[in-house]
């Protein structure tokens, strides 16, 4: 009767850490935009590989790239219009995962009206227990 239960045993234990990953790959997705939110530079850049690219408006972007040329833009942007994320939809395979959502944004932004939706594709992979960005793809049309 053991024999029987443990493939059963196993499926449960599995089912639950892929419940765990999801809320952890989540965890860091959604602590990676509060920290710019919050104009939080090295919280935000500790959630990104060193290894990471960044893609937008057809541009490539190292984490040094970003972290000099892009994120001091981001943060200023999150800072001044508020955005309604959507549910983010997570897939995992092994230490690997992607994770897709859309953000609509209405606001002002540096004095000139903006209202858009952002397309967001992230691509973490887990390094000793821990979740990292690998890259993020944004894109947007006008709402």
């Not at 541009?59 to 999150?78: A, G, V």
């Not at 953000?103 to 990292?132: C, E, H, N």
């Amino acid at each position: 009767m053991t024999f029987v239960l443990m493939p059963f045993v196993a499926l449960a234990g599995c089912a639950k850490s892929t419940d765990d990953d999801v809320a952890a790959v989540r965890t860091t997705l959604e602590s990676f935009y509060a920290a710019m939110k919050n104009a939080e530079n090295a919280t935000a850049m500790a959630l990104i590989a060193p290894d990471a690219v960044f893609v937008e408006g057809g541009r490539l972007e190292t984490r040094d790239q970003y972290e000099k040329n892009h994120l001091p833009s981001d943060i200023s942007f999150e800072k001044q219009v508020q955005g309604k994320r959507g549910t983010w939809d997570i897939k995992i395979k092994d230490d690997t995962a992607w994770a897709i959502t859309t953000t609509d944004y209405d606001g002002i932004f540096d004095g000139a009206p903006v209202s858009f939706t952002s397309a967001q594709l992230a691509v973490l992979t887990r390094d000793a227990g821990k979740w990292m960005i690998r890259s993020i793809h944004w894109s947007s049309r006008r709402s």
